[in-house]
């Protein structure tokens, strides 16, 4: 370019600056406590953004589907401090939080259908105080659950999960659900609430055990304990979770997700390849 171009150029510059930021850019999203491990699927607080929304919550952290009505994901860290002897308050409700004019699924959305209310992030996993164990019953946190997966194996892998905390660990855990329809105690439905809650096919859960320390993304090595499965969302499932046992890489590739991605990428790829063989009790 000639001199003579440079001040049209510059004003060019400065117009198409001044222009992004009347743009709405997307909010910059902080990785939280429960995000340490990273956000799987990018989600942010944008709202025309509503099938990857983040919904980011002092005790878990979620990427919302408004069109699905269930999240896509949620991920939270559980240690000794998470833990108390609030009791369960069984208080199932609408989040409030979402976007204005989203719908809100209610404590109600899935009465009769055959499905439970299957908590994400457990009440258990929240017994430190009332308020936190409150959160884990909003609506938000539940997908609809055949009753045998959720009462029983989801269950029994909750139940082992905590196991670590006695033993000198933290874990982080990110499950999800993917797909569309699923077999609960009266049968097949894809969705519920006359269309306004998907029933997913499949759901799928990531537990991550490191033993207890500072700058947990850092610390995972290739042979950090990694627990995953992707069981059915049928009532004819095995209630043995180590029957649905499978890598990351296959979570990743069937939903599209990368998760742990704020492990180093050298580690993450050894963990992600292999399949967890460790005890089940
Ligand atoms: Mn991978
Ligand atoms: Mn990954």
Sequence with gaps: MNKSQLPAILSLLL??????????????????????????????????????????KPQYALSYHRDR??????????????????????????????????????????TGSGFDRGHQCPS?????????????????????????????????????????LSTGNEVYIICGAYGKGGTGSNGFQTTLDQGRVTVPARLWKVVVVLPTGDNDATRLTTSTRVIAIDTPNDNTINTDWSQYRV???????????????????????????????????
């Design 69 to 110: 009505g269930i999240p896509t994901w949620v991920s939270w860290h559980l240690d000794a401090s998470w833990r108390g002897s609030a009791p369960r308050q069984d208080d199932f409700r609408a989040d409030n939080t979402l976007p204005a004019g989203w719908y809100q699924v209610q404590s109600s959305s899935y």
């Design 247 to 281: 890598s990351v890489d296959a979570i990743e590739a069937a939903t599209g997700l990368d998760l742990l991605s704020a492990v180093p990428v050298a580690v993450q790829q050894v963990l992600e390849a292999s399949v967890d063989k460790g005890p089940t009790q």
């Design 15 to 56: 117009l198409t600056a001044a222009c992004s930021t009347t743009n709405d850019p997307a909010p910059v999203t902080p990785l939280t406590e429960h995000l340490t491990l990273g956000n799987p699927s990018g989600a942010t607080t944008d709202v025309s953004q509503p099938t990857n929304y983040l919904l980011s």
């Design 124 to 164: 258990a996993d929240r017994t430190n105080t009332v308020a936190d164990n409150s959160a884990t019953f909003l609506m938000s946190n539940m997908i609809p659950q055949a009753p045998r997966n959720n009462q029983q194996t989801w269950a029994n892998l909750e139940n082992y999960t905590r196991t670590f």
